[in-house]
């Protein structure tokens, strides 16, 4: 007899740690500081300390193996047995590490982004000859911790379907294979999973299918329908909750309806609740509680929402709207925020506590509607008429910029940031705690930017930057500069594997009190006689790695942004910089997942950054970078943006872009080192990159530069690195053929 569903649960939690110590026994573990034992002792103790904190604040339904040492993507492909050969060794864990970081002489496998989140996975490859075979260990395993603190568990799987659509062609595959071509290979597998789940007495299992929430094709859709008949009619099998996110099943509803699971997970805050009555008789696992905000929840809203869905569908189940990894662990830790607004935010404890409350709210109120909710309504606002009107044509600029310049073929550049060391950071901290002088910081900041800009002038790059050693995050530094924002001391939010960012909390309205880049890109270009580039971060990353208000438009606000951005690049051409990099990674990030919406998005997106660039004269190269995100799926709205160079993520998908890259009309940097990855690519790798990438590009348009900025990595490999990318640009420059100048 199938048991029913806890009347309380979230579809996921962080992680990390609240004081991020996964990252640090993560780093320890690379660095080989640490074993084994040690990283895998960490994570027992937050796995614990996960379920007895959830079951302290009152929730029913404890989710488990959520928790990963890098990624859940990741962890399904080992789950499954999907590892591609050159990856394999005696040991579990160096093949694991070795599939998301790279090793010696291999690549790592590709990463982007999870839908529309900051959140990166690692994307596995699968082809006609991927052998499967279940290791059922990780799960089992983490149902017998929580059992043996006397707590019962749902493990949470990627479901088959979103597993298949997210992976991609393994490299030899033949023209026409897709992933989903092994589908019944795969289910066959979790049903192999299932039972054993089941053998081990558990009662619930969670399959998250994300992916049913953008446009999908009916056989996608016919694909759905099969893996779920198959799973579902498994004779010895746990209750299936099958849980959507991120937006409304649309087509995807019906079919789940009609697929034999015991319970859907509906996004009721990014979604709706529309055709929630073909849910009758199946327990619907209600996402009311926001995962991917800070705000409280409006209770009455929340109330009024469940109250509908059990009047329409029956069985209902509070829950977040997706797994709360997209938010910090515990707002009360934020003792230096303004008490007014701390008391307006939620973090994941917080809202952990907000689904137990609705959960005995919703089982003492009567089966009917609340009477006289008022509906809610987005506050309207007058947006301003900006024109992004204003810059010479491409050829016009290309020119000035050429004679201002004078920058040789293929000239070499990175992306912005050099390595943060140790002594940069602590430096930081003990000046946040006032243990040293703000003169004895910046005189570690002014030594700091004198020894990049000397590398990078010996190791002979073209455009040099000064390495942002003052910066901590390249969003939260700029919120930290602006009015209408707030920043945390404890915020963290898992990016990947042990990257973690902390949010900014874009609260007010925002505009600039004074500059902000200006007199430390001034201080650089002093330096030298080789251009410097000002580093700024786009409007619309700013706002998508926040925390945003939710009673304006999006639009406005990433216009308020971007009116911040226009007066900084003005003030740094005044300063005498001659290249402006206006970074904009999440432009494809937030294009919605439903192909109605995006055209209008993009159209404003794109106007935000042509406003916040376009009061550059023709003199001033601007460049932007995106990365990590498929780019090649908003390539129109890139070449939109209108910026003179445009640097491209492109090592670590080893050149998946370059066809698509070589219909550009102005100059482009897709990647060569991918700086994700501790290993260092030698001269004849980039040598070999760069000449693919002739193929399409002319080299009178192409720029060499690394994937993304250098932050993560370590001096030692930087150097190393760019070196070899300078020796492979300067083999290809003496190539005949190519020109002397650009």
Not at 57 to 71: A, I, K, Q, W
Not at 304 to 320: K, N, P, Q
Request: charged share 25%; hydrophobic share 45%; aromatic share 6%.
């Amino acid at each position: 007899m199938t048991s029913s569903f806890p009347a309380s649960t979230v579809l996921g939690y962080p992680r990390i740690g609240p004081d991020r110590e996964l990252k640090r026994a993560l780093e320890a573990y690379w660095e080989g500081r640490s074993g084994r034992a040690d990283l895998e002792e960490t994570g027992r103790r937050l796995r614990e300390d996960t379920w007895r904190r959830l079951a302290a604040l009152g929730l029913e339904g404890l989710p488990s193996n959520t928790f990963s040492y890098y990624d859940q993507m990741l962890d399904t492909a080992v789950l499954l047995g999907a590892v591609p050969g050159r990856y394999r060794h005696d040991d579990d864990l160096t093949t694991y590490f070795a599939m998301a970081r790279g090793a010696e002489g291999i690549a790592p496998l590709r990463m982007t982004k999870w839908f529309d989140t900051n959140y990166h996975y690692i994307v596995p490859e699968i082809g006609p000859d991927t052998v499967f075979s279940l290791d059922a260990a990780k799960p089992l395993a983490e149902v017998r911790e929580a059992r043996a603190l006397g707590l019962e568990t749902r493990p949470v799987l990627v479901g088959p379907v979103t597993f298949l659509l997210l992976s991609q062609a393994a490299p030899d595959s033949p023209d026409g294979f897709v992933p989903l071509d092994r589908l019944d290979d795969v289910v066959e597998v979790y049903a192999r999973l299932l039972a054993a789940l089941a053998a081990e007495g558990v009662g619930w299992v969670q399959l998250d299918e994300p992916a049913l929430v953008a446009d999908r094709t009916p056989a996608e859709l016919a694909a759905v329908e099969a893996a779920y008949g198959r799973l579902g009619r498994l004779e010895h099998r746990p209750a299936l909750l099958v849980a959507s996110y991120f937006g409304d099943l649309g087509d995807a509803l019906p079919v789940l309806a009609a697929a034999p699971v015991e319970a859907v997970g509906l996004d009721l805050v990014r979604g709706t609740a529309r055709g929630v009555d073909a849910l009758a008789g199946k327990t619907v696992v209600a996402g009311v509680v926001s995962g991917r905000d800070v705000w409280r929840t409006d209770r009455d809203r929340a109330l009024a929402t469940l109250l509908a869905v059990r009047e329409r569908a029956g069985r209902v189940v509070v829950s977040t709207s997706c797994s709360l990894l997209h938010v910090p662990y515990d707002v009360e830790r934020e003792t230096g925020l303004d008490p007014a607004l701390r008391e307006r935010l939620a973090f994941a404890e917080q809202k952990v506590a907000e689904v137990a409350d609705l959960a005995a709210l919703l089982a003492a109120t009567p089966g009917r509607l609340l009477p006289g909710h008022p509906a809610g309504h987005e506050r309207p606002h007058a947006s301003r008429a900006r024109s992004t009107e204003g810059r010479a044509p491409y050829a016009v600029r290309a020119a000035a910029q050429a004679e201002h310049l004078k920058l040789p073929l293929l000239p070499v550049t990175t992306i912005g940031s050099f390595p943060q060391t140790g002594e940069l950071r602590r430096a930081r901290a003990a000046l946040a705690a006032g243990e040293i002088g703000e003169a004895a910081y910046e005189s570690m900041v002014r030594a700091e930017i004198e020894q990049v800009i000397a590398l990078q002038e010996r190791l002979g790059l073209d455009v040099l930057v000064h390495g942002e050693p003052e910066r901590n995050d390249m969003v939260q530094y700029f919120a930290e500069h602006l009015d209408g924002f707030a920043v945390t001391r404890h915020g963290w939010v898992q990016s990947y594997g042990s990257r973690c960012t902390r949010p900014p909390i874009l609260y007010g309205d925002v505009r600039r009190p004074e500059p902000i880049t200006v007199r430390w890109a001034r201080y650089a270009q002093s330096l030298t006689s080789k251009p410097v580039k000002g580093m700024l971060t786009g409007p619309v990353t700013i706002v998508a790695w926040s925390f945003v208000r939710d009673d304006l438009p999006l639009r406005e606000v990433v216009f308020q942004v971007a009116d911040a951005v226009r007066e900084e690049v003005g003030d740094l051409e005044e300063a005498g910089i001659r290249v402006v990099q206006v970074d904009e990674p999440a432009l494809r990030e937030l294009v919605p997942l439903r192909r109605a919406e995006q055209a209008a998005y993009l159209e404003w997106a794109v106007e935000a950054y042509r406003w916040a660039t376009s009061g550059a004269s023709e003199h001033t190269q601007i460049h932007t970078h995106l990365c990590y995100s498929d780019a090649d799926q908003i390539l129109a709205a890139i070449d939109a943006l209108d910026a003179d160079v445009t640097s491209i993520e492109s090592a670590r998908s080893r050149g998946r872009l370059l066809g698509a890259v070589g219909g550009f009309p102005r100059a482009v940097g897709p990647g060569v080192y991918d700086i994700h990855s501790p290993r260092v690519p030698d001269a004849d790798e980039v040598e070999h990159l760069l000449t693919e990438t002739l193929r399409t590009v002319p080299a009178e348009r192409l720029w060499v530069n690394p994937d993304c900025g250098l932050k993560t990595r370590s001096y030692e490999q930087v150097e190393a690195a760019l070196a070899n990318v300078v020796e492979a640009a300067a083999r290809l420059r003496e190539r005949p053929g190519l020109s002397a100048q650009a």
